[in-house]
């Protein structure tokens, strides 16, 4: 075999190996495009996307980023005291990737109505499709548990717990 019939391979993956950024936009005609080279043309609005292994970028252990996909965690909370307190220190003691909502919110009342039946409890723990109304340590490490959730924390130390939420109406993080 000839030296040069194995340079081939290696040099068509050279290209790929520099690709950290990533270019999305949508020309006049709405039509998508993803480049890695910024558009040549004026457009109104592109996205542009950095990735990569670069310093400062840690990714979550396995099983959490799989927890985390099939099962997302949201915490719905409201002015009740030391349950509040607690649901949120035992999510973020176990190192648990939640979104925390405001009950008070009145479209997030409307939501846990439908997803209790009726009635809304604070604290309220949905992991994927599982409900778990009010804070019972027992009944919440189970929910996580079913939901192969770690029982420790296993996020990389510059990486808090809570993430913030998909509403405005969310309370602020701390």
Not at 132 to 161: C, R, T
Request: net charge neutral; hydrophobic share 35%.
């Amino acid at each position: 075999m000839k030296p040069w019939t194995l340079l081939i391979p290696l040099l068509s993956v050279v290209p790929i190996a520099g690709a950290d950024e990533l270019y999305r936009w949508v020309d006049e005609k709405g039509q998508v495009t993803y480049s890695d080279l910024p558009p040549l043309v004026s457009v109104d609005t592109t996205e542009q996307k950095r990735f990569g292994d670069k310093p400062g970028t840690q990714q979550l252990p396995y099983s959490l980023q799989a927890a985390t996909r099939n099962f997302p965690v949201t915490l719905y909370l409201s002015d009740c005291g030391s349950a509040c307190e607690q649901a949120g220190k035992l999510l973020q003691k176990r190192g648990v990737p939640f979104s925390q909502k405001n009950a008070k919110d009145p479209q997030v009342a409307a939501e846990m109505i439908k997803l209790t039946e009726g009635k809304v409890f604070v604290p309220l723990l949905v992991v994927g499709s599982n409900v778990v109304k009010g804070f019972e340590e027992g009944a919440w490490h189970s929910a996580l548990d079913v939901a192969g959730y770690p029982k420790s924390n296993m996020l990389p130390a510059n990486v808090a717990a809570k993430r913030p939420s998909d509403t405005k109406s969310s309370t602020p993080e701390q």
